[in-house]
């Protein structure tokens, strides 16, 4: 059993989001990153989904393309006290660079409501701003809708979205934010 430690180091209590680590994921924390990708799916889409959509999706997660499929994000993931809890990723949304995609938003069951989901939003947003986007764009299951319209994103549409080329589909929600311009002083 792993002790988790919640407070700042000086002895005052933190929150848990506040004591992660937040880094890039390296090839060796990938087996890591598949559990919190399968365990948070199972938990937060059971409902929504068909269970020939979620066998689909646990599939994809661990076939040997999934890495494959890592490695071409920048993806984040948050450590608490040596456990990896979540994951959060960007990259170009479309050949125009008009648009980053937010990808890969997945917290341990765990870990659900304790902030990591919303601070790993921020810097992959703040990683993509940097990197000169100022669109986001989001493909989220049902039960992720609400928490991304918390992080100021709005519902552009529902359809579907690929598993994979060899899982499938599954519905989703399409979602898109803005980033205001900052003007910098003269």
Not at 40 to 68: M, W
Not at 91 to 120: E, N, Q, T, W, Y
Not at 140 to 165: K, R
Request: charged share 20%; proline share 2%.
């Amino acid at each position: 059993m792993r002790v988790i430690d919640h407070t700042d180091g000086a002895g005052r209590a933190g929150s848990i989001a506040d004591t992660a680590v937040i880094r890039r994921a390296n090839v060796d924390d990938y087996s890591d990153v598949r559990y919190v990708h399968a365990a948070a799916f199972k938990a937060g889409t059971s409902p929504q989904l068909s269970d020939a959509e979620s066998r689909s999706f646990i599939s994809h997660v661990n076939s040997p393309d999934y890495a494959d499929v890592l490695q071409r994000m920048d993806l984040l993931v948050a450590v608490v006290n040596g456990q990896l809890v979540g994951t959060a990723a960007w990259s170009a949304g479309d050949d125009s660079g008009s648009s980053a995609r937010i990808s890969s938003v997945f917290v341990d069951p765990m870990f659900v409501g304790c902030g990591i989901g919303r601070r790993l939003v921020r810097e992959i947003e703040k990683r993509a701003a940097d990197a000169g986007f100022a669109r986001f764009t989001i493909r989220a299951t049902a039960n992720a809708v609400a928490f991304f319209q918390g992080l100021g994103y709005e519902v552009a549409s529902h359809g579907v979205g690929s598993i994979s080329a060899a899982e499938g589909t599954m519905p989703v929600t399409f979602l898109r934010k803005a980033v205001a311009a900052t003007v910098e002083a003269a």
